[in-house]
């Protein structure tokens, strides 16, 4: 098989006695290109709508607080109820706490107000657009280094705005807005140079400039293929949460076959969910199965990777296991048990299995699970001979 080549798709096309002429490689080069920017245009299309809904839900909520004819009937309930309502209308990431950051959201951003054009909204009449750009302004100002309303709605997925509504500092929120656009960053990018304090050492820093271009040098800029897997655009769309695995032949196939694997064994699995939402803090995870065990009596969490084994993965398996006990034990439950699968050791071709056990301290518990649970041996033999078709 040939190596892909970089040509533009403009390019493709030879000039032979006055007319173009298309050769077989130019026309696989072409379609690339075209798949790749239009790729780019929807997502991004579907972010600014994100984004705008988002914002304008901010609007009414706070216009309501404000306003509302009936506010007083609700008052600290108004989020509670109005996530109950708007969920039942099958309306997604409308739950309470998302609510409240829309609010903050519109409160942070009212310079998004003078971005309300056809550009972004074709969709809605200039007399919606009006009234809205009309009302009262907010009581919090944007800070004069803050990106434009144009800016923010076509440089900055909303994934990345929910992050920056977590700094108080408008100074310091600016910043990272500024150069969140300026590298294009994803939102694990955005979330590592928070936490190794960018800002922090940009301002302590007599070359500032410096600290920064090294910055964005060693930075992660998102690409269309991450931008279509982010959570907010997928429940937008109305997908499936299984849809968020990327497309290698491996991530998409070993769910189902190690689940189906694993209600073979007839072992008293019973098939729960799979990449089932969880919220800790202020982020989702997805689990990427959850079984019950009707012989245990609890849930089993099935993590599978396809990198090698880390004590990373196997804490990440765990902060989910203490999850589920505090939050999806019910009585008669038996505390969860965790499996991860990782597809390579690090040593050798194959691969590991390890348990996690949220703090169970009692050895009956952990004699029990063991005989009850099918073998390490077996798990790592599935995946050997799954790896080699």
Request: contains cysteine; charged residues 25%; aromatic residues 12%.
């Amino acid at each position: 098989m040939s190596t892909p080549k970089k040509t533009a798709a403009k390019s493709v096309l030879s000039n032979t006695g006055g007319s173009l002429e298309l050769t077989f490689d130019g026309l696989v080069e072409a379609l690339a290109s075209t798949n790749s920017q239009i790729v780019a245009q929807a997502s991004k299309a579907v972010n600014i709508g994100i984004t705008l809904r988002n914002w304008f839900f901010g609007h009414y909520i706070h216009t309501y607080e404000m306003n509302g004819a009936d506010r007083a009937v609700y008052g600290a309930k108004l989020f509670s109820q109005l996530s109950e309502r708007l969920q039942a209308y099958g309306i997604s990431r409308v739950e309470e706490r998302e609510l409240r950051r829309y609010r903050q959201f519109f409160l942070t951003y009212p310079q998004i107000r003078e971005s309300l054009t056809p550009e972004f909204v074709p969709q809605l009449p200039a007399e919606f657009l009006s009234s809205i750009r009309e009302s009262v302004i907010p009581e919090s100002a944007p800070h004069r280094l803050s990106p434009s309303g144009k800016e923010i709605l076509s440089k900055l997925s909303f994934t990345i705005i929910a992050e920056l509504l977590q700094i108080d500092d408008p100074l310091k929120r600016a910043f990272y807005e500024l150069e969140s656009i300026r590298g294009g960053w994803s939102v694990r990018e955005l979330r590592r140079q928070i936490a190794t304090l960018l800002y922090e050492r940009t301002g302590l820093s007599s070359d500032k400039t410096a600290v920064v271009e090294l910055a964005q040098k060693n930075s992660e800029s998102v690409t269309p293929a991450m931008a279509i897997r982010d959570p907010y655009l997928f429940e937008f769309l109305g997908l499936m949460n299984y849809e968020m695995l990327t497309e290698t032949k491996l991530e998409r196939a070993l769910p189902e076959k190690f689940q189906n694997f694993l209600l073979e064994l007839g072992y008293g699995f019973c098939f729960e969910a799979r990449q089932k939402r969880i919220l800790i803090g202020d982020e989702y995870y997805f689990v990427d199965l959850v079984f019950y065990h009707r012989i245990l009596k609890c849930h089993i969490l099935i993590e599978l990777k396809i990198d090698e084994f880390s004590h990373q993965h196997l804490g990440q398996l765990n902060t989910y296991v203490t999850w589920y006990k505090k939050n999806m034990m019910t009585e008669g439950d038996n505390p969860p048990v965790g499996i991860l699968l990782c597809t390579k050791k690090s040593d050798a071709n194959g691969s590991i299995v390890e348990y996690a056990l949220a703090g169970m301290d009692n050895q009956l518990f952990v004699s029990r699970y063991a005989i009850a649970l099918p073998k390490k041996e077996d798990l790592e033999k599935f995946i050997a001979e799954y790896n080699k078709n």
